[in-house]
T-cell receptor, first 113, second 115 residues
């Protein structure tokens, strides 16, 4: 089954509001990462949280990780129209080696101006 | 700063034809990954190379093969193309951190359309 399931699948909010996206995964991980993708473009790394961390901040981004529940959340505060994009969580399982990241289904975020 | 370069950006092929995608990783990055992303889907891991050796294999069909060359660029070869192969193909590179996968740097992708 798919590692990294995001919810909601789509989210539409007003500019200035906060956006929260959730991700669940199934296996043990080394780290969990969040990526952003504008339509038809490449993925851009936003933030990485290690398995021994519980919370991390980067600018308007806040990521939490709960390894006991195998879940993570991404909070974007004070959203802007330019934040409109798809957001994916991706996990690096603890199998070792240069394994590929496993991506979730993604949340399509729309910021209404 | 130099990014991951992919070519071609767009490619149109007929069923049963072959296609080759190229990827030039960020200089000094030692690991290359290939991903396939269908319309509205999440990226699916295909294959990765570390220091020119195949490192991990994901859901890559037997009709596909890939390699990494001495200059670290990589090529994804796809044969007997099927309609379902139409997708965005991404290459990503990274600098390996022991056995942990860190941040991946993605190219802009190659859009393959099979008619």
């Amino acid at each position: 089954s798919q590692q990294g399931e995001e919810d909601p699948q789509a989210l539409s909010i007003q500019e200035g509001e906060n956006a929260t996206m959730n991700c669940s995964y199934k296996t043990s991980i080394n780290n969990l990462q969040w990526y952003r993708q504008n339509s038809g473009r490449g993925l851009v790394h936003l933030i990485l949280i290690r398995s021994n961390e519980r919370e991390k901040h980067s600018g308007r981004l806040r990521v939490t990780l709960d390894t006991s529940k195998k879940s993570s959340s991404l909070l974007i505060t004070a959203s802007r129209a330019a934040d409109t994009a798809s957001y994916f969580c991706a996990t690096d399982d603890s199998g070792g080696g240069a394994d590929g990241l496993t991506f979730g289904k993604g949340t399509h975020l729309i910021i209404q101006p | 700063a130099a990014g991951v370069i992919q070519s071609p950006r767009h490619l149109i092929k007929e069923k049963r034809e072959t296609a080759t995608l190229k990827c030039y990783p960020i200089p000094r990055h030692d690991t290359v990954y290939w991903y396939q992303q269908g319309p509205g889907q999440d990226p699916q891991f295909l294959i990765s190379f570390y220091e020119k050796m195949q490192s991990d294999k994901g859901s890559i069909p037997d009709r596909f093969s890939a390699q990494q060359f001495s200059d670290y660029h990589s090529e994804l070869n796809m044969s007997s193309l099927e309609l379902g192969d139409s997708a965005l193909y991404f290459c990503a590179s990274s600098l390996s951190l022991t056995s942990v996968t860190g941040e991946l740097f993605f190219g802009e992708g190659s859009r393959l359309t099979v008619l």
